[in-house]
């Protein structure tokens, strides 16, 4: 019997697998961002500090899903693919279960480690398997449709955490969003086809090996990559900083309950970020289509705009404004990860890109996801003194102040070379 993967795959086919890749990605983002909404109700029943909900939310997580991408990921760009996105939901899924029967913080601090291990294994070969489905000139479009579990993922995670902190229990929570992930895994498994490599491309796949200090060195020689990487990291130590802790400003400075947030930053996170992840996406294979340089410069005009935002979004007092105003930079900072996924997986050898997607999120998530949490707690803590309850208001503050121009700049400078180094894909010095 002829293997599937040999075949060219219909359209239908590449539809459904995009839609059961992005279904896989919003049970990601529930078991990731769920931690959120619990984390009043964990520090009520624990009595811990800001720091500590900080590296539950980032750095217990960040450091074993960045550092161990790299290692799976090579064995994505060498192995089946859907097979071990199949394994990887089911262990991130299972740990998520074992955070609600957590005794201590420390036994929930391992549980988070668990579900980042498990979280390692999914978007590096999540990215590869979509730029085999999908051409250069409709990748960054696929890319946000696929960033667009994102958005429901977080929304599913505010709405559904926010009721159940409330009403059942923030154990329960945990136990609720993990098990059907275990569902979720066998289909994914029985009903996806793994595409052949180089397919979208019309490139034949030689089976040549790199190394992961190869597919490094290849990138280091990519000024677009350099930048695009530390924007994209600078862009999510913002978003992880605040996605850990706007729960916790509202609960703080607005007087508001777990419920509420929920209901209302699940519902404007979930379109706000959807927006934001899909238009950026379309509009940059749009405006992108002859010169790759204008999506990026859109993105860092965007980025910036975004940052206007930030000031009266923390010192406005009236709670309703706030989150009304919260959708237009939720919407406009996040137009940049489709493009930077795409453009990554553009820029390397079809045998690369597992490894060059693990390389970018090892930066992306080191920079954002192990640290902006973290800082937004520990900066917490040290305005505490002074500011009170209101010291996540100025924390968040400071943070938001200083990433969005920097950003924008790291995006304006890969503008400047991702022509170049897309005329290099065949380059093999390393």
């Not at 900083?241 to 404007?268: D, K, T, Y």
């Not at 706000?272 to 950026?280: A, D, K, L």
């Amino acid at each position: 019997m002829s293997d599937p993967s040999t075949k060219s795959i219909g359209l239908g086919a590449r539809r459904y697998a995009l839609g059961m890749i992005a279904a896989v990605y919003v049970f990601n983002f529930i078991d990731r961002q769920i931690l959120a909404i619990l984390l009043p109700a964990i520090k009520a029943e624990f009595g811990v500090d800001d720091w500590v909900l900080g590296f539950l939310a980032g750095s217990a997580f960040a450091l074993f899903y960045a550092t161990l991408g790299v290692p799976i990921a090579l064995l994505a760009d060498r192995w089946n693919r859907r097979n071990l996105i199949s394994l990887s939901l089911a262990v991130w899924s299972a740990m998520t279960a074992l955070s609600g029967v957590a005794a201590n913080v420390f036994q929930l601090a391992m549980a988070r480690i668990g579900v980042g291990v498990g979280e390692a294994g999914y978007a590096p070969p999540a990215h590869s398997m979509i730029a085999d489905y999908y051409p250069p000139e409709q990748r960054s479009t696929a890319m946000g449709i696929f960033t667009l579990g994102i958005s429901l993922g977080v929304m599913i995670a505010y709405l559904g955490g926010g009721w159940m902190a409330q009403n059942i229990g923030w154990r329960q929570a945990f136990l609720i969003v993990g098990l059907p992930g275990l569902v979720l895994a066998l289909i994914f498994r029985f009903t996806v086809t793994e595409p052949r490599r180089g397919m979208s491309d019309s490139k034949a796949d030689s089976g040549e090996k790199f190394s992961v200090s190869a597919v490094a060195r290849f990138l280091l020689r990519r000024k677009s990559f350099i930048h695009l990487s530390v924007g994209a990291g600078l862009s999510s130590f913002n978003a992880y900083a605040v996605l850990s802790f706007f729960p916790s400003f509202l609960e703080r400075s607005h007087g508001m309950n777990l419920q509420q947030i929920g209901i209302f930053l699940g519902i404007i996170i979930g379109v706000s970020t959807g927006i934001g992840f899909v238009g950026g996406g379309y509009f940059a294979d749009k405006i992108g289509a002859k010169d790759r340089r204008l999506s990026l410069q859109a993105v860092a005009a965007a980025l910036l705009l975004g940052w206007v935002f930030v000031f009266p979004l923390y010192l406005l007092e009236n709670p309703y404004v706030v989150i009304g105003l919260f959708f237009l930079p939720s919407t406009l900072t996040n137009c940049y990860l489709p493009t930077t996924f795409a453009q990554t997986q553009s820029l390397v050898d079809i045998r690369m890109r597992s490894v060059a997607s693990a390389i970018l999120l090892f930066v992306i998530n080191i920079i954002g996801l192990g640290l902006g949490p973290q800082a937004a707690g520990i900066l917490s803590d040290y305005l505490a003194a002074t500011q009170g309850a209101d010291s996540l208001r100025y924390s968040l503050l400071i943070i938001g102040a200083i990433t969005g121009p920097w950003t924008a700049w790291h995006f304006y400078a890969a503008s400047r070379y991702i022509e170049s180094d897309l005329a290099r894909v065949d380059d093999r010095q390393y």
